[in-house]
Structures are given as structure tokens and as C-alpha cells.
T-cell receptor, first 113, second 118 residues
Framework: EAQVTQNPRYLITVTGKKLTVTCSQN?????MSWYRQDPGLGLRQIYY???????DKGDVPEGYKVSRKEKRNFPLILESPSPNQTSLYFC????????????FGDGTRLSIL | AQKVTQAQTEISVVEKEDVTLDCVYE???????LFWYKQPPSGELVFLIR??????QNEISGRYSWNFQKSTSSFNFTITASQVVDSAVYFC???????????????FGKGTRLHILP
């Protein structure tokens, strides 16, 4: 089954404790993205990747890192999480570039205390 | 710069009524793509439609229809004879033609929360 898998689905942690949210897709898609969803702000793109070893900042990249060492994986790293990064995070992938429809993961709800 | 505005934060209608969700966009590009996504209460994001800037034909899919008007930079979404299952947050999104001199970002609107009342 074609899917985008995020882990964990839920995480409560404390300020400053490094964490990684994994994202994996099995559709051989080139383009992958991370978004955060906050009430009243909609979906905002954090980082995107157009292919292996090619990553770029979205609109809200501060405080986040990503890597794309393999085509299927696109982890989101919070080196020193802060409470303002408490949010619902979505990973997405699609073939080609940003002009194609995206497949989304089920979301990861992060709470930073 | 790219921008997507969904001015309606929340809409409530009674079942079987028609409802239109507005989406207004800004772009300097002549080639761009517009999207609508649905997020039901269960939380997943589901693709509904993609439209490129050269195709201004209106699209109809069952009870759903989309009106793309370049003259007003709008890509509105109408649900006819709404049903309770249409209750969701709906997002409009924009992407421009990527090239080496430009970001390949996707910009989403803030979404419209639609309540269909039984």
C-alpha cells in the first residue's frame, strides 16, 4: 500500500532535549516536505527536499534541521526543542516537484514542555 | 511573493445547502498550480484537485465544483447539496514553476473550517 509513515504519532518531551521525527515513503517520490499546523495559521512549510542530498528552507525553518540521505526517508530534527515548537507536524511526498499533488502522513503531535 | 488567502475562517451551513469556499492567491509567475486539500475531523490531509494556470475550465466532480478565474486570482470551491460528511477543514495551496533561480515552495492558505449541520 502506498503510504507516508511518520513516527512517532505523539510525543511529549521537555525543552532542550533533542528529538527526531522520522518520515518514510514507499512510492519512490522525489519531493518531500515537512509542515507544521497551528490553529489560525494553517499549514506552513518548514523544509522541503527535491531529491537525495537536496534540501531547502520553507517558510518557517528556524529551529529545525532535515536530511535526505536516502530517497525514501526525510527525518525532521529538533536539536533543542522549545515550547513554541509545540504543534502538529505533517510529512508529505509527491513525484516530481512542488507542482504535483502531495501524499501526507498521518501527522505527529509534539508537545514541548 | 506567493500568497494564498482564505478569508473565511469558519462557515456553518445546514445540510443540503450549497456552500462556496473562497481562495484568492497572489503570484508573479505566469505558470503556477493551485490545489485544494481536505482535512476531516480524523486529521488526515486528502488531495482533492490540482489546476494549472493555463487551464481555466471549471471542474466538476460529483457534488464538488471548482471555479478558477485568473482575472480575479481566485480558485473557489463549491459543494452542492452539502452533507454532514463534508464537515472538514479545507485548504487551498499554490506552487509556482520551479527553476534553479527560484524556490520550489508550496504555500497553503490558513484553511476554512466547514460545519455541516444536520
Amino acid at each position: 500500500e502506498a503510504q507516508v509513515t511518520q513516527n512517532p504519532r505523539y510525543l511529549i518531551t521537555v525543552t532542550g532535549k533533542k528529538l527526531t521525527v522520522t518520515c518514510s515513503q514507499n512510492m519512490n517520490h522525489e519531493y518531500m516536505s515537512w509542515y507544521r499546523q497551528d490553529p489560525g495559521l494553517g499549514l506552513r512549510q518548514i523544509y522541503y527536499s527535491m531529491n537525495v542530498e537536496v534540501t531547502d528552507k520553507g517558510d518557517v525553518p528556524e529551529g529545525y534541521k532535515v536530511s535526505r540521505k536516502e530517497k525514501r526517508n526525510f527525518p525532521l530534527i529538533l536539536e533543542s526543542p522549545s515550547p513554541n515548537q509545540t504543534s502538529l507536524y505533517f510529512c508529505a511526498s509527491n513525484r516530481g516537484n512542488s507542482n504535483q499533488p502531495q501524499h501526507f502522513g498521518d501527522g505527529t503531535r509534539l508537545s514541548i514542555l | 511573493a506567493q500568497k494564498v488567502t482564505q478569508a473565511q475562517t469558519e462557515i456553518s451551513v445546514v445540510e443540503k445547502e450549497d456552500v462556496t469556499l473562497d481562495c484568492v492567491y497572489e503570484t508573479r509567475d505566469t505558470t503556477y498550480y493551485l490545489f485544494w486539500y481536505k482535512q476531516p475531523p480524523s486529521g488526515e490531509l486528502v488531495f482533492l484537485i490540482r489546476r494549472n494556470s493555463f487551464d481555466e475550465q471549471n471542474e466538476i466532480s460529483g457534488r464538488y465544483s471548482w471555479n478558477f478565474q485568473k482575472s480575479t486570482s481566485s480558485f473557489n470551491f463549491t459543494i452542492t447539496a452539502s452533507q454532514v460528511v463534508d464537515s472538514a477543514v479545507y485548504f487551498c495551496a499554490l506552487s509556482e514553476t520551479p527553476n534553479k533561480n527560484r524556490d520550489d515552495k508550496i504555500i497553503f492558505g490558513k484553511g476554512t473550517r466547514l460545519h455541516i449541520l444536520p
